[in-house]
């Protein structure tokens, strides 16, 4: 399975700024997805993010708000914009692996950015 | 996709099998079931997914009834470390995971 890092691993903010979380995968993926996953909640899927193209966004996120990169097979970033406190979550980024002897995917998640704005 | 219904919460004593229910009465022939787990802070793990068949790997087992409509996630021995939340997907290839509630478990000493 894939070994996802994300970077940071959690951060304060003031409200009215950015944050740019980083996600690096240890092998080349085509899908990686971002999450949101609010205090006591389950995840959120925020956007699809495809090499090459522009991310998709589920109903509910905007690119405006959530602005997505990526640059590579291996990298993207999720860029936090104009903060609340009502953006205070965890942000996880994930990758999709096909199984060749299942014949299925498999998403695989990254630890997690912890986010509190103040 | 089929939605899921999962217990919110259960208890396993430690060293006991858990066994975590799943309802998935409106599965269609190509949904698979999937289950992962997420441990208090963490990003969610991948435990196991099933078809048809049932199926065995090194952290668990799936036992999917014959007409599909439920499963069962198995720990053979829980440890404390398997204190997490544990959810059940329905997914056709393709789709997103959708991520509902859960089951709440807590290992007990």
């Known amino acids: 399975s894939a070994v996802i890092s994300q970077k940071p691993s959690r951060d304060i903010c003031q409200r009215g700024t950015s944050l740019t979380i980083q996600c690096q995968v240890d092998?080349?993926?085509?899908?990686m997805f971002w999450y949101r996953q609010q205090p006591g909640q389950s995840l959120t899927l925020i956007a699809t993010?495809?090499?090459?193209?522009?991310?998709?966004?589920e109903s509910g996120f905007v690119i405006d708000k959530f602005p997505i990169s990526r640059p590579n097979l291996t990298f993207s970033t999720l860029t936090v914009s104009n903060m609340s406190p009502e953006d205070s979550s965890i942000y996880l980024c994930?990758?999709?692996?096909?199984?060749?002897?299942?014949?299925?995917?498999?998403?695989?998640f990254g630890p997690g950015t912890r986010l509190l704005v103040l | 996709d089929a939605k899921t219904t999962q217990p919110t919460s259960m208890d396993c004593a430690e060293g006991r099998a858990a066994n975590l229910p799943c309802n998935h009465s409106?599965?269609?022939?190509?949904?698979?079931v999937y289950w992962y787990r997420q441990i208090h802070s963490q990003g969610p793990q991948y435990i196991i997914h099933g078809l048809k068949n049932n199926e065995t790997n090194e952290m668990a087992s799936l036992i999917i009834t014959e007409d599909r409509k439920s499963s069962t996630l198995i720990l053979p021995h829980a440890t404390l470390r398997d204190t997490a939340v544990y959810y059940c997907?329905?997914?056709?290839?393709?789709?997103?995971?959708?991520f509902g509630t859960g089951t709440s478990l807590t290992v007990i000493p």
């Open positions: 092998s080349q993926v085509t899908m």
């Open positions: 997907i329905v997914r056709v290839a393709g789709n997103q995971f959708y």
């Open positions: 994930s990758v999709e692996q096909y199984g060749w002897e299942k014949g299925q995917e498999t998403q695989y």
């Open positions: 409106t599965i269609s022939g190509n949904e698979y």
């Open positions: 993010a495809n090499q090459g193209s522009e991310a998709t966004y």
